[in-house]
């Protein structure tokens, strides 16, 4: 089974978060020019301990250390980074299914906020 591929996107002017099926393209670019405008989050495929979908973009909470981190697309893959630091949350490329040895695991972090609607939460890690 493959990860479900969503989108959402945060409208700046009027200060909502837009669900993925509600989004409409009114210009004519290549999807890569669409989906790398800052304000377009991809659904990394994994939940956090509350069963919420972790989104890029998404500040996430990992109570066993009490460390904040970002949901950042790096290097080809979603990582959870504190600033310092990038952690994998890598899909198992056989069924598309999240690996189990992600550390910190997807499932243990908690989505405390994102960098749109709490950005003082994304100032505290730089």
Known sequence: ????????????????????DSLAFEE?????????????MQF???HDKNGKEIYEGDICNCPETGVDGTIVFHNGRFTWTDGACHWDMVLN??????????????????????????????????
């Open 93 to 126: 490329s056989k069924d598309g299914q999240p690996r189990d040895s992600v550390i910190p695991e997807a499932d243990d972090l908690v989505i405390i906020g994102n960098i749109h609607e709490t950005p003082s939460a994304k100032e505290s890690q730089e």
């Open 28 to 40: 004519y670019l290549p999807i890569k020019d669409l989906l790398s405008q800052d304000s377009i």
């Open 44 to 46: 990394t495929g994994l």
């Open 1 to 20: 089974m493959m990860r479900e591929i969503k989108f959402r996107m945060w409208d700046d002017e009027e200060k909502t978060m837009i669900d993925g």
